[in-house]
């Protein structure tokens, strides 16, 4: 019964994806879709790096602070971009391939992997798991299809993911997940892929989708998080935000405010997360 309902749901699937295209086959903005594993393209598993990556030396008298924006690209990339540009910080924007649903969306994802060594572009998923995480993690294989078509469509430079909807870990010699997420993290690591999650989160209103804690709170729980060694990787600080949290003008200068308090701190360096310690080159 059990094989009976999940190939029942990958037919649904497959129904879903002909049903989200147009005549042109191009597929249509209201609906998102999982790649299924039996579709996989040949190649498709095993990207390569496409930048030189060039280690860096840590000073243990520093904190290293990576700021990642999620879910782009969406209305809020272009300021959070900007405004990354303009104060001369370090960040990583993780992106989803169903998102990119213009030439000029498209043109964004190619202008944040141009800004190298900046910024840099990571991978968020084709479908966002389409909201439905339990069934997404539940299909590990057609989950790390998903994950591995968004690498080719949006160019990935770099094999490093953030899952959706779940903060798991895959470095060199570290896996921290949950049992729901193992199994997909276990073949993404076969592949070379790392995991970030993250160690602080901005977070938002799901109804507006504003910030919630104000600049000076959030830059004190990232302070607090690295005194107490709250971090995966000690000195080492991660934090989660979003792209569309900043789209108002208001809220983009919360963010100028949140970096500029931290760059007050002399030991806090902002780093793209392929700097982060113990990834797999």
């Known amino acids: 019964m059990l094989r009976r309902k999940v190939f029942t749901e990958y037919i649904l699937l497959g129904l879903l994806m002909l049903a989200s295209c147009d005549n042109d086959g191009q597929t249509n903005k209201k609906t998102t879709t999982i790649v299924s594993g039996k579709n996989t393209q040949s190649g498709l598993k095993k990207p390569i790096n ?3 990556w060039k280690p860096i030396k840590y000073d243990t008298n520093k904190h290293y602070i990576y700021l990642t924006f999620d879910d782009g690209p969406q209305n809020g990339t ?3 971009l900007e405004l990354i540009k303009k104060l001369n910080v370090k960040a990583t924007f993780f992106m ?6 213009s030439e000029n969306l498209a043109k964004l994802v190619s202008t944040i992997k141009a800004n190298y060594p900046q910024i840099l572009l990571a ?3 084709t479908s966002h798991a389409n909201n439905r995480y339990k069934f997404f993690y539940h299909h590990p294989e057609m989950a790390a299809e998903d994950f591995y078509l968004a690498q ?4 990935v430079p770099y094999k490093i993911i953030r899952l959706p909807g779940n903060s798991a870990w895959v470095i060199d ?3 921290k997940a949950s049992g729901l997420v193992k199994p997909v993290c276990h073949l993404l690591d076969s592949s070379g892929y790392n995991v970030i999650g993250w160690d602080v989160e901005w977070s938002f209103n799901h109804k507006t989708a ?4 104000r600049p000076y709170k959030i830059a004190e729980q990232v302070d607090s998080a690295l005194v107490r060694n709250h971090v995966h990787t000690r000195n080492h600080v991660v934090i989660l935000s979003h792209d569309r949290m900043f789209r108002n003008e208001n809220f983009t200068d919360s963010l100028a405010k949140f970096i500029t308090i931290l760059k007050q701190d002399p030991r806090n360096v902002f780093e793209t997360i392929d700097h982060y310690p113990g990834l797999k080159f």
């Open 123 to 125: 991978n968020h998923s």
């Open 78 to 80: 272009t300021a959070c």
């Open 96 to 101: 989803v391939g169903s998102h990119v649903k």
């Open 173 to 175: 010699t570290t896996m």
């Open 50 to 52: 496409q930048f030189a």
């Open 152 to 155: 080719k469509t949006l160019h």
């Open 210 to 213: 504003f910030p919630v804690q």
